[in-house]
């Protein structure tokens, strides 16, 4: 607890100046008296860049840069941080971070990537400390990052078609759904201008004098066709029998086959991943080829006959999940299994393009229903509305989804015996978003009006809660509960690794869930304590106290929300945080015993 309240700085290394505590070295070298000496110069450069390093790729030049104020700024933007991530557990412990509880970060007085760095320096804490940190340090840096890239996807959006790349595009996408990963447009193209490279190679075996030989072929069209087909057998070559890249047929609705730095590392991908590569390359060749938002399955067209025509014979068409293979319009009737009219056959804009990734990875977040599952299909909402901001029919999904996220917590809660918050601010955006609805369709004002109606009647629910019940050990109702919170178990049945984080003296589900969980089968029925355990493949679960024991081999669980509910673990079991130790005020105490019990004789 004592690192949880004291925060990062504890953790903080000293830069080998001195042996004088960070803390007292970063109030000397910040004082007006000392910083009066050259704050331009070498010295205060040198101590921004010992403590900071990677940071000075923001600065072009360094000249009448004063070094002593940039380390100021960079200095409070810490401590900024730090306060922000510090009020997020308290605040948000009993939900997830709605989808407004942000606000305070939006205006920020510091350079966001000042801000940014310290939520890095905090993910990057060595050791088992400071995790109810680390949880929410990451839940600010991933909406700080998707809030730059939705900027960055907007401006794309506003420039002329011919400036829009299909690659960037596809590359925002990635990056907007993996915000905490290393994707960059630089790193990207660089990879696709690697194959780029072996390709000219395949070429320059067959033919010296091709002209997409030369290192900036991509300036100027290949104006013979069969020079255009030298181009695109020399890729099929290089991709599909060098490279190995192949179309994801085993696992198609694998969300990493839209990602286009996945498509890359993995080599494999779904038709329009692949063909975006696909097309970037053939276009860096000098060979133009077009997208085709073909049904089921997306193609690229070449132009056979005189360019910019309108007769759908006069292309081949080429499937990029299928090895490059060149087809017909009769056989890409043959590939989705049936006739469809001239029009799927036009060449779409970057924009549509978006649209469709966006559109597949939206139904890949429909298919499932688990947390990271929302994740997605909040990501790809996002996406979708920032391209399509009056789409009524996206608008009502993100309403019903706010709406469901809303009270999602609340049925975990439940069973963990943790009351929600008065009022989640989820509630107040899904009557933004329903208000928004109606102004757009008045039509729609049965589906919007059912969804007020219950919205109301949740706020209203929860402004008539009282506060989180507080579990005590001597209490007659407990006194069969045998486990506490932080204990490393292991399920006698199904034999997973867990964590628990909450229990009740008897379970507190429905009788829904009780017959499908076949609860009545068990020895003692519903009628013995349960507990919310948090198992290692990242799922929540509920489990029977008969059906536990203790882990003869304990060690972390890599689940994600471990930092909600705890600070740190020992190397044999977790501690609490502040707001979990709350709820159950006697079961930290219980869990060291009970583990100096188990543990320090090596036997159960």
């Not at 030989?213 to 020399?234: N, T």
């Not at 799927?344 to 599952?373: A, I, P």
């Not at 809660?413 to 989820?426: K, Q």
Request: with cysteine; aromatic share 10%.
């Amino acid at each position: 607890m004592a690192a949880e309240a004291a925060g990062p700085a504890v953790w903080r290394r000293r830069d080998g100046l001195t042996d004088l505590p960070g803390e007292l070295l970063e109030l000397i070298l910040c004082c007006d008296v000392l910083g009066a000496c050259q704050p331009r110069g070498k010295v205060w450069r040198e101590r921004f860049r010992l403590r900071w390093p990677s940071l000075l790729k923001y600065y072009s030049h360094t000249d009448g840069i004063s070094w002593l104020e940039e380390y100021k700024a960079r200095h409070n933007a810490g401590l900024e941080a730090q306060r922000i991530v510090a009020s997020f557990s308290k605040r948000f412990f009993s939900e997830h971070v709605p989808c407004d509880g942000f606000s305070d970060i939006e205006t920020l007085g510091c350079p966001s990537h000042f801000f940014e760095d310290e939520l890095m320096c905090i993910l990057n804490m060595e050791g088992r400390k400071g995790l109810t940190w680390k949880y929410y340090a990451k839940k600010i840096l991933y909406f700080l990052r998707q809030q730059n890239i939705l900027k960055n996807l907007k401006e794309y959006l506003q420039r002329p078609t011919e400036r829009q790349s299909f690659l960037e595009g596809a590359v925002l996408i990635d990056q907007y759904c993996n915000p905490l990963s290393d994707i960059c447009l630089k790193s990207v193209q660089a990879q696709v201008d690697d194959i780029t490279d072996k390709v000219r190679k395949v070429l320059r075996t067959k033919n010296p004098r091709h002209p997409s030989v030369a290192s900036k072929a991509g300036e100027v069209l290949v104006p013979e066709v069969e020079l255009q087909r030298q181009v695109l057998d020399a890729m099929n070559c290089v991709l599909y029998e060098q490279l190995k890249y192949k179309g994801n047929e085993l696992d198609y609705y694998n969300s990493l086959n839209s990602y286009i730095h996945q498509v890359l590392i993995r080599r494999t991908g779904i038709p329009i991943s692949l063909s975006v590569l696909y097309l970037t390359i053939a276009r860096q060749l000098g060979v133009k080829l077009e997208p085709v938002n073909f049904p089921s399955h997306f193609l690229l067209r070449w132009c056979q006959g005189k360019e910019g025509s309108t007769d759908i014979f006069d292309y081949t068409y080429i499937d990029a999940f299928g090895k490059g293979k060149q087809l017909t319009v009769k056989e890409c009737e043959y590939l989705i299994g049936h006739h469809v009219t001239e029009e799927f056959y036009g060449v779409v804009t970057s924009k549509e393009v978006l649209q469709r990734m966006v559109g597949n990875l939206l139904n890949l977040g429909k298919r499932e229903s688990t947390d990271q599952s929302y994740q997605l299909l909040r990501d790809s909402l996002d996406l979708y509305l920032a391209m399509y901001p009056d789409n009524v029919q996206h608008l009502m999904l993100q309403a019903r989804l706010y709406f469901h996220l809303g009270i999602w917590p609340e049925k975990c809660c439940a069973a963990a015996g943790l009351c929600p918050e008065p009022v989640p601010a989820v509630f107040w955006k899904v009557l933004d978003i329903l208000q928004h609805i109606q102004a757009l369709d008045p039509s729609q004002h049965g589906a919007v009006g059912y969804l007020v109606q219950h919205t109301l009647e949740h706020i209203e629910r929860r402004k008539e809660e009282l506060g989180p019940e507080v579990k005590h050990r001597s209490d007659e109702k407990h006194k069969e509960v045998c486990f506490s919170i932080g204990l490393i178990m292991k399920h006698k049945r199904y034999g997973y690794n867990c964590v628990i984080y909450g229990w009740d003296p008897a379970c507190m589900m429905g009788h829904e869930w009780i017959r499908n969980m076949n609860v009545h089968s068990l020895p003692h029925g519903p009628h013995q304590p349960f507990y919310n355990v948090l198992v290692e493949d990242g799922s929540c679960r509920y489990a029977a106290q008969e059906n536990l024991e203790y882990n003869s081999e304990p060690r972390e669980i890599p689940h994600p929300d471990i930092g909600r509910y705890f600070s740190e673990f020992t190397g044999l079991h977790y501690l609490a945080n502040t707001e979990l130790e709350i709820r159950y005020p006697e079961d930290l105490e219980l869990t060291r015993a009970t583990v100096q019990k188990i543990y320090s004789s090596g036997k159960e």
